[in-house]
């Protein structure tokens, strides 16, 4: 028996760093006979995520938070433009991280909803016509986060010691205090050992730690876990 075909299609850009997640991601969700999903464009960074959303306009961005040349906050705000309009593109942030910062600072920016990378292509196929429908999508507990934010009154304090990581820096601080070993931490971020390891030895320099117990407890203390 073979797929009855969708009545209804998505055009998709995928921003993430990472080639061989858009790959994946592709692979899983852009068999549009089926899915319904288009992939019309692909980014890496800010400037080519920019670009080809705006030579694309496409009804859904599948964007990464952490991107080389400012974020996933940096394309928002330079797409603020084409959101704005009517029918106009929305976005859904799809990250590693599930870290309350992240989670607010994209929607903050305009992005309709946060879904992890755990997510499977079905729910992510699902999130992806929900946000073309106008509706809010959120990965389980991210929602919390934002709805505190937006509930409080009160702006949170300025941490200076968290402000010297890089992005990328936090991504590893999280996973290493959560006990991940640097092999499960590559293989979640995308990237090698020894980049792992590097991000680590910058981690302990900025903030003055010796060793991942002290880290682990640094991260604890604010939350980070």
């Known amino acids: ?10 055009r998709v850009v995928l921003v993430d760093d990472h080639r061989m997640f858009r790959t994946g991601v592709r692979a899983e969700i852009g068999r549009t006979e089926t899915t319904g999903i288009d992939v019309v464009g692909e980014a890496d960074d800010v400037e080519s995520a920019v670009r080809v959303v705006a030579e694309t306009r496409p009804d859904v961005v599948l964007l990464d938070v952490h991107l080389p040349g400012g974020g996933g906050v940096e394309v928002l705000r330079r797409s603020a433009g ?5 029918g106009g593109v929305k976005f859904l942030a799809l990250s590693v991280s599930d870290a309350a910062e992240d989670v607010i600072g994209v929607i903050r920016g305009g992005a309709r909803g946060y ?4 997510i499977t292509g079905t729910d992510l196929v699902d999130a992806i016509f929900r946000i073309g429908d106008g509706d809010a999508v959120f990965s389980p507990r991210l929602a919390g986060f934002v709805l505190d934010a937006f509930a ?8 200076e010691d968290l402000d010297r ?7 590893v601080l999280r996973l290493i205090a959560r006990g991940y070993a640097y092999k499960e931490i590559a293989k979640q971020l995308f990237i090698s050992v020894k980049t792992v390891e590097s991000h680590v030895s910058a981690v302990l320099r900025k903030l003055q730690l010796s060793n991942r117990h002290e880290l682990t407890r640094w991260a604890t203390a604010r939350r980070l876990v």
Not at 1 to 10: F, H, I, L, N, Q
Not at 152 to 159: C, F, H, I, R
């Open 115 to 118: 879904v992890t990378k755990t």
């Open 1 to 10: 028996m073979t797929e009855a075909a969708p009545d209804r299609t998505a």
């Open 152 to 159: 409080a009154t009160d702006t949170p304090p300025v941490d």
């Open 165 to 171: 990581l890089t992005q990328r820096e936090r991504e």
């Open 82 to 86: 084409l959101m704005g309009e009517q």
